[in-house]
């Protein structure tokens, strides 16, 4: 009940406060983290914030607006934000480095579902078209802190 109570008041605060949202438009999507220590909210305008769990502001994006953000998810260890659009592409952005990567989703329809399911999977579904699970694993080593990706399974 704790956290819904959470999930209610960031709601709340976010969607009808006057000020301090730091969004022009309104907000299309809402990711929380899974540990409870940030979130990230999605405009209209394409801007991300990354916030903490004091609600300040401590990253934010503007993704290009041809794209037009559908839905975000953070990652399960708060290293990336993946970003599903209305142009069937999927972002997945590091949030240590603010490199982006694009996953080819073979398709131009909007991204409907996008959640990482645990610490290794990403799942996504575009209009019409089967559900992928995407391999996307923090792949660290001293030279490469990008993550490696790739389609695992369609159905």
């Known amino acids: 009940m ?19 949202t730091g969004h022009v438009e309104r907000i299309i999507d809402i990711s929380l983290s899974y540990n409870g220590k940030y ?17 300040e502001a401590i990253n934010s994006f503007t993704i290009d607006s ?34 982006i990567k694009s996953l080819d989703t073979k ?14 999977y990403l799942i996504s579904c575009n209009d019409g078209e089967p559900i992928k699970i995407w391999d996307v694993h923090s792949y660290s080593t001293n030279n490469n802190k990008e993550p490696h990706f790739y389609l695992f399974k369609e159905f």
């Open 66 to 99: 041809i794209k037009s953000i559908r839905n975000i998810s953070l990652s399960y260890d708060n290293k990336y934000l993946a970003i599903g659009s209305n142009n069937g592409t999927i972002d997945i952005i590091n949030l240590e480095t603010n490199n």
């Open 39 to 55: 979130y990230a909210t999605a405009s209209k305008e394409g801007k991300i914030i990354l916030w903490n769990d004091n609600h």
């Open 107 to 120: 398709s131009n329809k909007k991204i409907l579902l996008l959640k990482y399911i645990n610490y290794k």
């Open 2 to 20: 704790k956290n819904r109570l959470s999930l209610y008041s960031i709601f709340i605060s976010l969607c009808f406060a006057d000020a301090g």
